[in-house]
Structures are given as C-alpha cells and as structure tokens.
C-alpha cells in the first residue's frame, strides 16, 4: 500500500436495551476485524471502544481513516475529551465526564500516533444502517458481540487474534439494518 492511501475501518457499538448487554466492533477494508462484549454498558460506551480498539489496534498503520455511523464518538475524539481533562473530568456545565477510562484511553492511543510522528486518524461519519458494506458488516460484529454480553461473557475476538477475516465485498449476513432494501 503506497504511504499516502488510507487504510479503512468501519466501527460500531450495539446495545441490548440501553442500558444493558453492550458490544463493539471495527471491520477493515482488507477483512480484518475485531469485536468485544461487556456485560452491561451502553451504546455510547460500546460506540467509544469501538473507536478506542479501531485506533489501538492499527498503531502501526500511519493513515487510518475510521469511518463511525456515531457523531457522539466522533465528536468525544475530535472536541470534547481534551476539554473533559482540562476540566478535571467534568463537562463544560460541570457534571461528571461518563467513560473517563475509555476516554483516557483514546487520548493515549492518540498521542502515542503523535509522538510516534503519525498524522492523526481521519474520523468520517457514515449513516448507519444505509447499505454502507463496511459499517453493515461492523454492525453485524458489534449486535453479536452484544449477544455474548447478554449472556454474561467479556470477551475480545479479533483476526489479530486466530479469528478468520471476512469477506467484506458482500454484505454482513443477519444485519437487516444495514442490507439495502
């Protein structure tokens, strides 16, 4: 892969109730994917460590482009975690910051890219459940991933891990929301 092109990886969090059961997913370009499951979370928090594993598990690649259906995640990457540090972990109107743990996470994996003399991940928003293959397969990950929580497993599969790729030239098979209609 020439340096300037950009590596691809769709995330997604799901969640069983909201809260309850929680999974998140990244699928790559290149059929490379990761999901996990907790056993109670939300949809945000499942959106944030899809985008925390996206971001950490490609350290190496120097232009990754994460594509998230999820403004609530983009926005927490792109604006608001900074501020939420800055301010001793409470919001702009003084409440305490949700997700701290995660959000340090991000903010570490980020300046780890930085001091590594990466360029900063592009974060693109896609609409989910629209017929985008990607975020299609990254929802199929994450629901499942959701499934395993529900029965109170928390686990990480991932290709990284023995896990088999997937072939992301069709869609994601049981992501009705995602297939095009």
Do not use: F
């Not at 594993?53 to 350290?59: K, Q, R």
């Not at 693109?124 to 991933?145: I, K, P, T, Y």
């Amino acid at each position: 892969m020439a340096n300037d092109v950009p590596y691809i990886v769709a995330t997604d969090g799901a969640c069983q109730g909201n809260p309850g059961p929680t999974g998140w997913a990244w699928v790559a370009e290149d059929g490379h994917w990761a999901a996990g499951s907790i056993a109670a979370g939300t949809n945000n928090i499942g959106e944030l460590l899809a985008l925390l594993h996206a971001i950490g598990d490609h350290a190496h690649v120097r232009h990754l482009r994460v594509q998230a259906d999820s403004m609530y995640a983009i926005n927490t990457y792109r604006s608001w975690m900074d501020g939420h540090a800055r301010r001793g972990w409470k919001t702009s109107t003084g409440a305490p910051t949700k997700n701290v743990e995660i959000l340090r996470g991000l903010i570490a994996v980020r300046d780890a890219r930085r001091a590594d003399g990466q360029p900063d991940v592009v974060l693109e928003h896609v609409r989910g459940h629209s017929g985008h293959r990607l975020n299609g397969w990254a929802d199929e990950r994450a629901v499942r991933a959701a499934g395993h929580g529900a029965q109170g497993r928390e686990l990480i599969w991932s290709t990284h891990r023995t896990a088999a790729r997937i072939d992301v030239r069709v869609d994601a098979p049981g992501s009705g929301e995602d297939r095009r209609r």
